[in-house]
């Protein structure tokens, strides 16, 4: 399946990279409303830069990966759709909750489809801690704690005012992560109650040409909130940019008979803790699982595996085969009103109840991976003009 991509920004070269490796999808062509980035990141992998209009009366794209800033997402998405099109869509889906209701429709009523990140919830790590709850082996989860804390983006991002202000703050940016993490292993939420505090009134740009510069904060930036599942299972939600340093794992389920550590749902490896009742912690093996090889260091010296762009792959697949796509609309539009819950109980002081809802999407089994995502049938190769 052809495939365009408008925003080449940051995270365009994530998906250049790992469209490349599929046969399902190749990239015919790249947009951008900055002209010269699209005709950088065109250049650099071996694409056609062409304009956003020109991109959407392409008949041979099927599908475009909308890759734009967030407050764009809802106004590219719908001109995607109405051009005939399929779209996936980085996180979050919209900013507002209307604006994706909308796209959802507008996808139903045109029969094309929605796609939205993330994926990281593919990856092999979180397909294990999948199997583990479904095989039963720690029971029914009862309750648990997701934790994601730092000191914030300022250190080291060279603009990073938006993080601090209305439309920014940790649940808005990493909210996604966790949130479709646990819906993946949890099903849907029923409701949320949540507090928040700003940790500091300003805060000082740590580099870049700006160094020194202070951000006056607008948004708060410390949250905590209570998922209740549908379920019933009840998850305690920290999400903070003002910690040091901690001692918590991302997420930890604890259920009737065991306790599941599951690890970051920012990335796609690393292998899950279980304990059976109160016997000794045995890590979980994810190598039959596809997608959790590390490929990338951060900036810290970490190796993790980050192989972001298999979820638009699932989507290609799923739309040649006819079954549902995992990284799904209504499951972004299920995470974007569990986020925005958490943000209007904590300003309101009061319990807010979900009306969406959405089905766990289907696990990936052992051993898939490359039969799942590499099609034998390769697709003729595009003209670069
Ligand atoms: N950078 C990351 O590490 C990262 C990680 C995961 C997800 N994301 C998500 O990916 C998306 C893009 O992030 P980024 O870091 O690449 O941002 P970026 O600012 O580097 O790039 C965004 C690009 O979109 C273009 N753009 C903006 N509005 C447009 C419009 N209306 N039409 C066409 N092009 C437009 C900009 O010119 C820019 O080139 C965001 O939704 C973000 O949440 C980013």
């Known amino acids: 399946m052809y495939i365009g991509i408008i925003g080449c920004g940051v995270i365009s070269a994530a998906y250049l990279r790992g469209a490349s490796r599929s046969n399902y999808i190749r990239v015919k062509s790249v947009a951008d409303i900055r002209e010269e980035a699209a005709i950088a990141q065109a250049s650099a992998f071996g694409v056609n830069a062409t304009s956003i209009d020109a991109m959407l009366v392409d008949p041979a794209i099927e599908l475009v990966i909308n890759l734009t800033v967030p407050n764009a997402h809802a106004e590219v998405s719908r001109r995607i759709l109405d051009a005939g099109k399929h779209v996936y869509s980085e996180k979050p889906l919209t900013v507002s909750l209307d604006d994706a209701r909308e796209l959802l429709q507008m996808a139903d009523e045109r029969k094309l489809r929605i796609g939205c990140a993330p994926d990281t919830f593919l990856g092999a790590s979180h397909q294990a801690c999948r199997e583990i709850i479904d095989q039963g082996r720690v ?78 904060v607008e948004t708060p930036t410390s949250y905590s909130a209570l998922l209740s599942f549908r379920n019933g299972a009840r998850i305690t939600l920290d999400a903070s940019w003002d910690v040091w340093k901690h001692g918590r794992s991302p997420i930890e389920l604890y259920g009737t008979k065991g306790t599941l550590v599951v690890p970051d749902p920012n990335f796609f490896g690393d292998e899950p803790s279980v304990s059976e009742r109160d016997g000794d912690w045995v890590h979980a093996d994810i190598s039959a699982f596809p997608f959790g090889e590390p490929n990338r260091t951060l900036r810290s010296g970490r190796e993790v595996a980050d192989h972001r ?77």
């Open 309 to 385: 762009s298999i979820g638009v792959v699932d989507m290609a697949q799923a739309i040649m085969s006819g079954r549902p796509h995992r990284a799904s609309g209504e499951l972004a539009l299920h995470v974007l009103e569990t986020m925005q819950a958490i943000l209007i109980s904590a300003t309101e002081g009061r319990s807010v109840s979900i009306l969406s809802s959405c089905n766990r999407p289907l696990p990936l089994p052992r051993g898939t991976g490359e039969r799942v995502f590499a099609s034998a049938d390769e697709p003729p190769a595009c003209e670069v003009v």
């Open 139 to 216: 029971g029914t989860i009862l309750s648990g704690s997701a934790s994601f804390l730092s000191r914030g983006m300022e250190a080291w991002h060279p603009n990073p005012d938006f993080f601090f202000k209305p439309g920014g703050g940790p649940i808005l940016d990493l909210g996604p992560y966790y949130i479709t993490a646990l819906i993946n292993l949890l099903g849907s939420v029923a409701s949320v109650v949540a507090t928040s505090a700003t940790g500091y009134a300003t805060r000082t740009i740590g580099g870049g040409a700006r160094a020194g510069e202070e951000i006056v």
